[in-house]
């Protein structure tokens, strides 16, 4: 049997998990009500402190009703921040998998269109003023 | 009298623009219902085109009701996008404009930090998905 | 029939295109003189209003022609900006078209090399300036 | 006798230098036809080998008369291509001195801002073929 | 009294803190050793789940003897890391904070010099690589 | 007979190379100990000026004991923060090679884990001094 080369180490599979990795498979699942654990998951494990970090902080700010956090934004908004980050970053992964939670959410693919512009529009303008040097003109008013 | 540097060109005072460049200061202090040229818009406008492009595609993306467009998101989701792109980016002069602006439409220091908060996680997952070369698990649902 | 997958959005074909996107659709293959829309033009058109503003921003600046407008760059030059820009980020989809279109300006492979030499140089000495964070001493010059 | 912070290493001055350092910054100095050391280089001459192999690389490329090569690209051209990659990776040091530079060369400020649009429109279309994952159109030709 | 602007957001000072907020500040300089709160923690104090989230992971990777955790790395390593990850991106406040750090381990400027050439060599032969598309050649070696 | 794209320009093989781009190869080879010219090389040898200073560099930097240079990092802690800085700015051909190499200096993959958290965590963190536009604490202390 031959298995596909998923990223530069040997992933954790569900099975091979000790117990300190499964507790946080386990948790993935219900969280995310997915019956798989994604890659990312499955590579980042190769060291567990980083697993248990990034996850402790993904379910904290994506899935704040997992640990009764109240959030300020809606799924939908958090989702598209994602997208737009790593739309800069040129993150394939990333654009793809929450491109795919952003569907889930209901986010056509006209909505998703305005989000990339936007973001497209301030990695244009961002360039534009770092290469002029402009400087700011509205530091006073942050004060107040 | 002194004057400032406030870019590596000499920006267009409202007082020296041609009447092409005029037209779009004029258009930027209505929309925008500011009674100023930002820097940003002084400086670009030393080459009229990128001026006219720039100030165009912001108009069309950021004040849609001025251009008769509907959107699909808010004012203030549509600011929070342009600063975690240019949080991304460690654009000062956008940061802090559209902080500004971010708090002109309500948006309060903690939100703002859920913002941040989320562009931060991902400017972390990007690293490490690209750092670990995770291959895409989600690429057929993309396909539906 | 299959289709293969070219985004994470289904493309808009020529043949489904609305009134409005076909209008662009068309400008796009005059004004490049080609017989066929690229996949990001197809991709973007998922949102006409992004699709217009980028091809009208991207016919202003890089078919200055096409709109009457005076260059102060060659189509070279242009092309080589486009790339260097284009491996900075690290966009795939943008290094492969626009060195395919710089190739077509009859340069060749030696001097694509001296260009992405150029753009590898600055990304050096960028990471350097910003690593020490040297304090520029040339801004009086710039202020003349 | 106090000195401003020019960095977060201490410079090393012309009358600290070693000789090997000597050697460098005589080079620098006469290549570039200018009567004092600018900031970058005392910085990075905390390491010898560092400023060595940094200064033959800008020496060759962006001085080849100083060492008998043939460049394909104008003195202007090569300047283009340093402030559009410095512009998107927002390295004030860079953009500043190079900016400078292309003045020297007669640039203007309008070619300056078509320079900086091209670039600006790059980190746009980028980061939306990467926001959409879109699969690159032109692979074969580049074959050819 | 005027208080200096130190960042978009008003920070949250030690003594107006809540009691959340104190618990980490307490932590911060009991681990740190140091009797005052760096601004960046004052800052993103705005938001305690991102204060807490952030410095729960910065605590674990970067003081690993403090949460019982075995590193790979010393001390000295993890700080080079942070300088170059820093200058690539080139955030001053980080490259600024950790350099200090840094130095504190006893890390010479000669050294933080080939920390950064290092930096910069890749920065170098990453935009050249993702310039010239080229395809890796040790994939199945990772695979064994 | 029918040769793999690997990109976006014609590889100079090894039967190809004039003598100046054979001497290159032979030193890389020699160096590296490894009886083949990696994809990277044998593309930026389209420019022999380019070849002969990036290999020049890394010879330099990354095999000081080749050119009789002192290191003050080992060889591990170099190749570290190659990956470091490769996965921060998402270069896939970099990191699949000096993730190679890493593993060949018995870098084994939660030590990898490591490093590549770190990276992580200061690619967020970077994002959010720059997204709050703190300012720095930490100046005086660097002067010293």
Tied chains: 1, 2, 3, 4, 5, 6.
């Excluded at 990223?7 to 000790?18: G, K, N, Y």
């Excluded at 507790?23 to 969280?31: G, L, P, R």
Aim: proline share 4%.
């Amino acid at each position: 049997m031959t298995t596909e080369r998923i990223a530069t180490v040997a992933p954790i599979e569900e099975d091979q998990a000790s117990e300190r990795v499964s507790a946080v498979y386990n948790d993935i699942k219900s969280t995310k009500q997915i019956d798989f654990i994604p890659n990312f998951w499955k590579v980042i494990a190769v060291n567990p402190d980083l697993l248990e970090q990034v996850w402790g902080q993904l379910k904290t700010l994506m899935h704040p009703e997992a640990v009764g956090r109240e959030s300020n934004l809606t799924p939908a908004i958090r989702e598209m921040i994602a997208v737009a980050v790593s739309a800069t970053n040129g993150c394939s992964y990333c654009v793809n998998s929450h491109t795919a939670i952003l569907k889930k959410h209901g986010v056509d693919d006209e909505t998703l269109g305005e989000v990339l512009a936007i973001a497209g529009l301030f990695n244009q303008t961002n360039s534009l003023a770092d290469g002029f040097q402009v400087v700011s003109d509205v530091l006073p008013r942050l004060d107040a």
